[in-house]
């Protein structure tokens, strides 16, 4: 599961599998952190990919909670 939830004009990007997170990008650093960091040994997430997710969906976010007659939820 990718999760990207935002936070005004910050937000998180995660990726988790089977319920636990694997890693996050940190937005501020724009850079990868493994939750294990054996993983980052042996994997590799480009941080710019999750940038790149997060332009898309904050692209069509608005439009489709309109659509959907959604409320945004407060923190």
Known sequence: IIVYQS???NG???FEFDGDEEFYV???KK???WRIPEF???LYF???RGLQSIAIVKQYLD???K???STPATN
Do not use: A, F, I, W
Request: aromatic share 8%.
């Open 31 to 33: 850079e990868t952190v």
């Open 63 to 65: 439009p489709l909670t």
């Open 67 to 69: 659509q959907s007659n």
């Open 7 to 9: 936070y005004g004009p």
């Open 40 to 42: 980052g040994r042996l």
């Open 12 to 14: 998180q990007y995660t």
């Open 26 to 28: 940190d937005l501020d």
């Open 46 to 48: 480009d941080p710019q």
